[in-house]
């Protein structure tokens, strides 16, 4: 499946910002998706993840509270929500997707993912 993920951009700290993830095929409704973020010079992390079919959700520690993942199987997209923007949310965002409905924080589990977008968030 071929993601296109989309919605970063220049925002001020304690602002929001809505990441989308779109889908090629509507078989991605019953795939798990997650999003990764990627800062300079670290390495790629966790940040949520959405199961296929119930849409169970799990988020780092570091996002609880602040940002929300849900989809909309009927657009093939999945979203991030992020509220309460940090400096230290800097990073290019990343979706992926499994062939299996079953989330995953570990990044070699997922199997398709878009070509990124970059989230600056100012100080």
């Known amino acids: 499946v071929q993601l296109q993920a989309s919605g970063g951009g220049l925002v001020q700290a304690g602002g929001s910002l809505r990441l989308s993830c779109a889908a090629s095929e509507r078989i991605f409704s019953l795939s798990a998706v997650g999003w990764f973020r990627q800062a300079p010079g670290k390495e790629r992390e966790f940040v949520a993840a959405?199961?296929?079919?119930?849409?169970?959700?799990w988020y780092a520690n570091f996002v609880k509270g602040r940002f929300t993942i849900s989809r909309d199987n009927a657009k093939n997209t999945v979203y991030l929500e992020m509220n309460s923007l940090k400096a230290e949310d800097t990073a290019v965002y990343y979706c992926?997707?499994?062939?299996?409905?079953?989330?995953?924080?570990?990044?070699?589990?997922?199997?398709?993912w878009g070509q990124g977008t970059l989230v600056t968030v100012s100080s």
């Open positions: 992926a997707a499994r062939d299996v409905g079953t989330w995953s924080p570990l990044k070699q589990d997922y199997g398709s």
């Open positions: 959405i199961s296929g079919g119930r849409f169970s959700t």
